[in-house]
């Protein structure tokens, strides 16, 4: 593949609002196989780290690209600019979705198929690890459920149980409990059990759920979800912004009076 070949593979992926150019740099980097430079829309790709040639080379080859090409239509998103940190959730949800695309259109293969060792190893770790660790933590809230009752039942705070005696955070016990109570599917894992079981509404955790069982990525959950919220109630995110700025504005202000009586002192 060249240069023009591998652009016109990513258009046929998902056309982009703005132009860009793509390069061969014909040089090899031990550091990174490509990159993207906002200001000049310009992604660069050391295709000399692909030098031995092949069909995996060529799609490793254009793994990278799709990579450097979700940086570019990030980009577009944010109105041609981009954060000093580019690797942001957003960034991989745009990513992970050109690779689904790209997989449904046959114009690129999932690089972490095709090696048993690999898949056989994956397994194992989903099998032992991620659903009993999952698991585990699910039926902690189920123990720490009944630890709470019988706290009721003593007269005696539960969150002083907690800290005191478990000497846990608060937060980790009350998600543990929620885990249970929404009884969620250990087979996502116990990070994802924490995402999930942050959501609220019931609906939207099932749907959230559904999407991480059925391949989507963290990060493309998270941000449909977030984008999700903001679409239906602009007026709530608005008014968590202003309840911030508000916090925000009260400490600096009893801080400048700080300040400004030391400095009188």
């Given at each position: 593949m060249n240069q023009d070949q591998v652009k016109a593979k990513l258009l046929a992926i998902e056309d982009a609002p703005l132009e860009f150019s793509l390069v061969f740099s014909g040089k090899s980097s031990k550091k990174v196989n490509g990159l993207y430079k906002p200001e000049s829309r310009e992604i660069i790709i050391h295709n000399r780290n692909f030098a031995a040639g092949g069909e995996q080379n060529e799609n490793l080859l254009l793994y990278t690209a799709i990579h450097e090409y979700a940086h570019h239509l990030h980009a577009c998103s944010r109105g041609g600019t981009l954060q000093a940190r580019a690797h942001t959730s957003e960034f991989w949800a745009i990513f992970h979705g050109l690779l689904e695309k790209a997989q449904?259109?046959?114009?690129?293969?999932?690089?972490?198929?095709?090696?048993?060792?690999?898949?056989?190893l994956t397994e194992i770790i989903r099998e032992k690890f991620l659903l009993e660790n999952g698991s585990i933590v699910k039926e902690m809230g189920r123990q720490l459920l009944k630890a709470h009752d019988l706290c009721a039942s003593l007269g005696v705070r539960f969150e002083d149980y907690v800290d005191r005696v478990l000497r846990i955070p608060r937060v980790a016990a009350n998600m543990a409990i929620r885990m249970h109570q929404y009884d969620l599917d250990p087979a996502v894992g116990a990070d994802n059990m924490r995402f999930l079981a942050g959501i609220r509404n019931g609906g939207d955790r099932e749907a959230a759920e559904k999407a991480l069982l059925g391949g989507k990525s963290p990060d493309t959950v998270k941000t449909a979800f977030r984008s999700k919220n903001a679409e239906e109630d602009p007026k709530l995110h608005l008014e968590k912004e202003k309840a911030r700025l508000e916090r925000t504005i009260e400490t600096l202000t009893k801080r400048l009076a700080e300040v400004k009586k030391e400095l009188a002192r």
């Amino acid at each position: 593949m060249n240069q023009d070949q591998v652009k016109a593979k990513l258009l046929a992926i998902e056309d982009a609002p703005l132009e860009f150019s793509l390069v061969f740099s014909g040089k090899s980097s031990k550091k990174v196989n490509g990159l993207y430079k906002p200001e000049s829309r310009e992604i660069i790709i050391h295709n000399r780290n692909f030098a031995a040639g092949g069909e995996q080379n060529e799609n490793l080859l254009l793994y990278t690209a799709i990579h450097e090409y979700a940086h570019h239509l990030h980009a577009c998103s944010r109105g041609g600019t981009l954060q000093a940190r580019a690797h942001t959730s957003e960034f991989w949800a745009i990513f992970h979705g050109l690779l689904e695309k790209a997989q449904a259109k046959k114009i690129y293969h999932d690089v972490f198929q095709g090696s048993p060792e690999l898949e056989k190893l994956t397994e194992i770790i989903r099998e032992k690890f991620l659903l009993e660790n999952g698991s585990i933590v699910k039926e902690m809230g189920r123990q720490l459920l009944k630890a709470h009752d019988l706290c009721a039942s003593l007269g005696v705070r539960f969150e002083d149980y907690v800290d005191r005696v478990l000497r846990i955070p608060r937060v980790a016990a009350n998600m543990a409990i929620r885990m249970h109570q929404y009884d969620l599917d250990p087979a996502v894992g116990a990070d994802n059990m924490r995402f999930l079981a942050g959501i609220r509404n019931g609906g939207d955790r099932e749907a959230a759920e559904k999407a991480l069982l059925g391949g989507k990525s963290p990060d493309t959950v998270k941000t449909a979800f977030r984008s999700k919220n903001a679409e239906e109630d602009p007026k709530l995110h608005l008014e968590k912004e202003k309840a911030r700025l508000e916090r925000t504005i009260e400490t600096l202000t009893k801080r400048l009076a700080e300040v400004k009586k030391e400095l009188a002192r």
